[in-house]
């Protein structure tokens, strides 16, 4: 299981605001970045990856890739993540290898029992509330929805994966998401507007 609970994923409309937002949350202490940037230009994103990357590196953290299975290939990223409309896990293991972290999303239980069944090293389950970083949200999960697919999955006897709770997902969030058996979170907008609040979510871990 991986050791980061914290998962910082960047933001910014242009190449300059993502390298700025990266290198304030890992100079804030995060170690573990996920790059995202939805609809970027082709080189712009392969700019921000690869220096991503270096960057990461420097600060001994985590670098993976949203999306793009073949960009985290090429810079040699640690990982990828992948959506629900996008390459399999199968895919990404068969080109990226073993070694290489490869998180899968998640809405509801089935969702879930189909990344298990793919063996991906976490799942990012979400949303935890409305957020307006990502477009076409799917349906609120809730405190409740997490802790019924907790209780789901106990109830088929299922090891509970490395599940992140995603969308929206706050520091005063992190002690009940851990109460109900959620492993770590992945946090954007929060980490965005206030890097400081990244030893404070480190601390709130148990």
Known sequence: MIKEKLQYISQGNTKEEQELNIHRA???????????????????????????????????????????????????????????????ITQARQ????????????????HVLQRIDESCDYIGLGPLRYTPTKEKLSPVLGFEGYQQLIWDLEKRSVKIPAIYAI????????????????????????????????????????
């Open 167 to 206: 969308g929206g997902v706050r520091l005063e969030d992190v002690e009940l998401l851990q109460k109900i058996g959620i492993h770590g979170v992945a946090v954007s907008g929060q980490i965005t507007g206030r890097p400081s609040v990244v030893n404070e979510f480190i601390k709130s871990f148990k």
């Open 26 to 88: 890992l100079d804030a202490g995060v170690k573990w970045v996920q790059v995202r940037w939805k609809n970027a230009p082709g080189k712009e994103l392969f700019e921000l990856c690869e220096k991503s990357k270096l960057q990461c590196t420097e600060y001994g953290a985590i670098c993976i890739i949203n999306d793009h299975i073949h960009l985290a290939e090429f810079v040699d990223a640690d990982g990828v993540h992948l959506g629900l409309d996008d390459d399999t």
């Open 95 to 110: 080109i990226l290898g073993p070694e290489k972290i490869i998180g899968g999303t998640a809405n509801t239980l089935e």
